[in-house]
């Protein structure tokens, strides 16, 4: 399905447009086979990897802090021609070099996989809040932002960049198995670069909660327009719900038909 | 002239005043433990409240009526004295007339199958139970029983004269929507300003706001460490404690700062130590609405004591919340318009999209390696009545256990302590769970 197609294009764009700014760009290759992937890490992943917490005091570096930014999105596709396999890029300094620091964080995961669909599209979402699976590395349990800490222990262990978009690949491909290749875009080099990335995030986004209500849909809830789960066919309030949705057609018309005017 | 009796409306409220200094005397005997020093402080911070209510009153200076999800730092950055109409209920673990407030209120003819919260504000504000304000402010959301407390309060001979202010809360949480309420809460803001002579001071308002995001930012480390297996803490202390300093009673003070760090720090040692509530932490819950308050003495310890089940997150200690920025006059309305409109707990699930019930269960059953959902079904939560749909399906797809009780948060008659017990106990033995 080539719903991400565009986005997935796009930050090819970014990754060159912050080549273009003088941006330290690095690229890493790794194996495509989930197995191979966790052969070569410093710390244990999977479930209860880790307790799930990291303490302030064992902090080695925090990623995504509001206060300096933070944007994570996930886009998939079946065209191969968009998404290779194994590819991980940083842009911005490293773990081992940020000792201490509060680093603004970007994270843009890209899947490909035959079949990959709709159906796959929460737990695809879902999979991206790691919780316990990767040891000495935590994601607040916050919604909409991606915050993160790396441990002392870990960071002693050569915790990187490589290591998180290794963990996350391997991660991906056992909860998923549609799943058949994998790209991870990381970014920490300044606020303003983590929130270009918004202006893609926004329309993700929007993408990504009308796929949630079609799903939710064929199950026969419809979550954004009506909290009563009920099949609009049998529903006694549906001659209500007509009439409202005609009164903003006809509203929307008029404040189509007072701006043109007041344009002329 | 006492002033009970130039004011009668205060009756209620100075008793309760003297109900919660013998709670903070009881509490004091306990104060050796570091969890108790916290909860004498949150005792203190609610006298402040009442003091400072009482003192406007008797010395005709101006306060406010409102809540929670109205921006609270606006009036602690005008100094203004402000209580929520619907405390009562909302502290009725620990008062003790609630049954008869409830029964009184079905006698003025109040309908039962009303939220119980509701109903009982309502027969505060018609007793002529609740301190008379300089101006009050209403909700119109999230729920329909919201504005029908708000039409009461319009029409009752007391209260219709003084003046009053609503937010209109759009229903979709897009920038267009952020905006408009954003616009709201400056309309509100300006309100309070004509009507009590308060001035807002923008550079006081940033300041207050720098505090509550540091309160904020403190509730969301403690959030973090109660994923620790064990939890380290319970029902005991946590989401309505930090919801009342960071919401109520000390919104964006230095005061409020303080009591979150003792908070995290306390927590932490626990965290460090494996400590936790009960000494085998057997069931992880997620209680996902308000916390029974008007028995939570009856059926919380027995759910750790008889289970070991322990409530590690609920609907008013998840941490949806954004920080607000205070660079600009501009952003400082938006982030108070999503705070309270978008992020606000029941405010975020009741009002707009049914989204939200199903992303909070997924992230919190995994982030806090929840063994079992419980949504208790509350007889006035109809809105969320009707995505209990939603919620199941949400956790078959998780695989984690899901409950819905049937009961009132309020009135332990409704399904008695007893009966709830008895289908935990089922629930926990048809799951394997304990």
Known sequence: MAIFNAYVKKMAEYVEGMRGKGRQVREFDCPGDPGKLLEELPVRVGPEASSGIILRGDTFVELGNPDVGSCAFLLWTDNPSLVGDGKITLIGPNIQESEGASLPFGQVLMVRGAGLGKEEHSALEQNQYIADQIEGYMLKSTSERMWGRVSKDAATKGFDFDTLGKALMAIFKTAVPKVQAMEAIFVTSDKEDVRHLDNIAEQVRKISKDITRETWLARGYDILECTLGWDCNT???KPVCDEIREVITVRKKKIRKTKTSSNQ | MALIDKHPELARYITEQGWFEFLREQTLAMIEIPEMQLQVKTLDSLLKMYGR??????NDKPFVSSYYCLAPELYTAMDL???MVMQTPFLASSVPYLLTDIDAAEEMGLGNDLCTAIRLSIYYVEANLSPLPTCALNLLYPCDGAPLLHEV???????????MFACDPPYYSDERSLDYFADEMRKMAKFVETNTGAKLDMDKLKETLEYSNQMFQLWDEYNQLRRNVPSPHGWGIGAPQCFSQAWVYEAGTPQGVEWFKKLVEIAELNVKNGVGPVPEEKIRLFWFDLLPFGWVFEFLPWLEEEWGAVMVMDMFGNFPYTMIDTSSEEEIWRGLAKRNLFDAPMVRQARGVADNFANDIA???KDFKIDAVVWPGHMGHKDGAATVGIMRET??????????????????????PDQIKDKMSQFFRAMGLG
């Open chain 2, 363 to 365: 992230r919190i059953v």
């Open chain 2, 53 to 58: 209510i009482l003192d406007a009153v008797e």
């Open chain 2, 395 to 416: 956790c078959r797809d998780l695989s984690v256990p899901f409950v819905h009780l049937g009961l009132d948060l309020f009135d332990k008659r409704y399904s008695t």
């Open chain 1, 235 to 237: 529903c006694s309030d």
């Open chain 2, 81 to 83: 004295p402000y209580y």
């Open chain 2, 153 to 163: 309060i319009k029409r009752n001979e007391r209260w219709r004269n003084i003046p």
